[in-house]
């Protein structure tokens, strides 16, 4: 397997992104080949500087750099060199089997859409959250922020997609797929939801078990919960928020403490011909190990494949 | 002051709301009158079950029950001797200055529209529901579930009801109204989200502060947070959620501990020709106590008036 990183992505790029790659290195397995993508004599340096075997890696060089606030689909388009786009080239032809980054989320979409395109059939791409469950178990919440405004067909597939990576990435048997909703009641919700619970509840594409409320986001009573984009995006960061809240008030938890998002360090993008996973924009050094660490599980997965057969017709 | 209780309303009725009225009593000044509205023969031998003194409250006989889960505007069209009916014509007659119940929301809501009339111009009248700050303030965030499909200009109006409850309820001097989103910039957001932010980023009507996320719902950036009814209502679940969470694992903290819902007891119906207080259906006797103070500072608050006044062009 290899893993391309971004080296010029993320807040704290390169150097958390170089020392996230050596921490992988240590732990991930000899066979396992890390493809570092940036500019590379800057590369080189920082491999001085951390004493660090360069044979270890593989250095591709991409000088320019799509910075965190530029428009990303524009960036994307023009910046050849940028790490963001000769990573989604190197992806395309192959040359690596998962690209990964914390950079700017938006280009990492552009690219997922321009260059690798989503797989015939799958009208919106998505992104989803990992949320623990008290019981060590791990729920996937998608769409996430990608997708705000969704049509009922579009809740559905997320419905199809999750499924997939839960069960070929997260080891669930039979996913139980939940339509987060207002009430358990089918004709509870919205326009949208109702819509997609209409569609959903004879679904044979995956195992759906109806509605369920925003207080059974951290239950054992779905592993994938589908919404759209906004409402996703609002309960991840109140998660978030939470989170924030505990660690400033010097609480300490196991279960809470599953809630530093640097334990998942990435997400995937669900939908896309390719491997890519977008890290958050903040990530330090473990981010960027256990991104990696996540690479290396979607790319054996073969889950692009996987969608592609789930939507062949 | 005259506050009329449902003796009948909530999962634990009627005991659960005597007692709650009870310790209302020892609380509340002499001058408040608490209107009990249930079996009258039920409430008195209660009464006399409790060794509590009958003169100290007024009762009015109301035989017939709304359930917990009958449909709300039919049983509210039928029932004219339930408690909630009653309530709602002492209100309408003037009998009593507000009317609380924990029982079938739905019902409340249907006596709220059918009976006392939304006020005119108000196109969707509301519930919100406290969120507490760390800092000791009190955020409200409105629509929490009666409005699930919300247009732009509903959102703009719950604004303007938000900032009336948040400055002479919860007495903040100038509230700041931050519409729920899912990015910072104005652009950012669902189709509603980005119609609602051009209606309200010029807004004479309440102090708009722009977009906040997720991650805002418990800081100080905003007194007043809007959104639709389904996105409220999973913003609400998720933090009750983490707060049965918290106390499952036996996390006793003094901030988290003022996310129990029995400290509020109960939440105003804004936007109506009258003072209605909608509590929680497991609500016990704390929660109806607090219910009914929360309901005495409403009364006083005169809150119709001034919304009536706010959308008199």
Same mark, same amino acid.
């Given at each position: ?5 971004? &080296? ?117 791409? %998505? ?18 922020? $990608? ?7 579009? &809740? ?42 209409? &569609? ?45 809240? &505990?660690? %400033?008030?010097? $609480? ?62």
């Amino acid at each position: 397997m290899r893993l391309g990183l971004d &080296l010029s992505g993320g807040d704290f790029a390169p150097r958390a992104a170089l020392e996230g790659a050596l921490a992988a290195r240590c732990e991930l397995p000899d066979d396992v080949e890390i493809v570092l993508i940036g500019d590379a004599s800057t590369t080189r340096n920082l491999l001085v500087d951390y004493g660090a075997d360069s044979t270890q890696f593989s250095l591709v060089h991409a000088p320019e750099i799509i910075g965190m606030d530029e428009q990303p689909a524009r960036a994307f388009k023009l910046k050849h060199q940028s790490s963001i786009h000769v990573g989604f080239a190197l992806l395309k032809s192959g040359q690596i089997d998962v690209f990964a980054s914390a950079g700017n989320t938006g280009a990492m979409m552009a690219g997922s859409m321009l260059s690798i395109h989503p797989i015939e059939g799958v009208i919106r791409p %998505s992104i989803g959250t990992c949320i623990p469950r008290p019981d060590g178990g791990i729920n996937l919440i998608l769409d996430v922020g $990608i997708n705000s405004d969704c049509k009922a067909d579009v &809740l559905y597939q997320f419905g199809i997609l999750g499924s997939l990576y839960s069960q070929h990435v997260l080891n669930v048997a039979r996913p139980r797929v939940g339509l987060l909703n207002i009430g358990e009641e089918e004709e509870k919700g919205n326009l949208i939801s109702k819509a997609a619970h209409e &569609l959903m509840k004879d679904s044979s594409d995956f195992h759906f078990i109806g509605n369920i409320e925003g207080r059974d986001i951290f239950t054992d009573k779905a592993d994938v919960i589908v919404c759209d984009g906004f409402t996703g995006n609002v309960v991840l960061k109140e998660a978030e928020a939470f989170y924030t809240l &505990l660690k %400033s008030r010097g $609480i300490n938890d196991d279960y809470f403490d599953r809630f530093n998002y640097e334990l998942y360090g990435g997400t995937a993008v669900l939908g896309v011909n390719g491997n890519v996973i977008i890290g958050h924009g903040i990530s330090g050094p473990t981010a960027i190990k256990n991104m990696l660490r996540h690479a290396l599980e979607v790319a054996k997965s073969s889950l692009p494949e996987k969608i592609k057969k789930a939507f062949t017709v």
